[in-house]
């Protein structure tokens, strides 16, 4: 309401807009921030990556121009082909890491990851003049989607450190600590609207009789007048 004497809105009002505003921007945001954070988490867990070095590389195939669901099965393809290969399951896969003199395991006997041996992958692109050669390796390495890679990968590994770098720097790595923080505000989120729910249950549930008396005399109001209301309502809509 306006003040009576100056015509203006009262600052209470004004405050109370803009609190509003700012608890559902927040919610906004809130609600942004974590499914951001569980997309990162679920394609972690998908990968075998954790959840930093996994950002580096969708970062790193986002800008070789590769959809982020296909940098994911990208990283899943290797990451299994590079495990099969060490479990001497896949000859072919191994045969390609030899060429390109990158490691199965690392110094403590662990399978490597692509986020471990990116460097090392570039710079054997670097090196492979064919473009042919280069697009065997990149599809047989990360799947159809690989040959988006070629580019990026063949400015070799010095390229690699620094897009990894300049990501990190210019904060575009959600850090773990702050994804377990935002499971942890989901999970109480999560419950509170749980509370919220039971506590409506609980409200409506005492109020039905009283509800319950209202709808039957509305419904018979409603019988008794159906044609009244007819008569009445009918020229108003044809109006």
Known sequence: PRNAASGTVPLVGLG???????????????RGAMAFSASVQ???DMTGEQVEQMQKLQGLFRLGGMEPEAATEAIVKFNKGIGEAAAGKDKSFA???KAMNVPLRNARG???????VLPQIAQSFQR???????TRMA????????????GTLSQGKEAIHEIFADLESSGRILSAGALGGLDKLDEQ????????RVLSAEIMSAAAPALLKLITGLRGWIAAN??????QIAPVIRS
Do not use: C, H, W, Y
């Open 16 to 30: 109370g807009l803009s609190v509003a505003g700012l608890g559902l921007g927040f919610l906004s945001a809130s």
């Open 42 to 44: 679920d394609a972690a």
């Open 95 to 97: 045969a390609l890491m």
């Open 110 to 116: 662990e399978i490597n990851t692509l986020s471990e």
């Open 128 to 134: 492979t003049e064919s473009p042919a050669l280069r």
């Open 139 to 150: 599809m047989e390495a990360f799947g159809k989607s690989g040959s988006k890679l070629i």
């Open 189 to 196: 989120l999560e419950e509170l609207g749980v509370q919220s």
């Open 226 to 231: 159906r044609g009244l209301l007819q008569q």
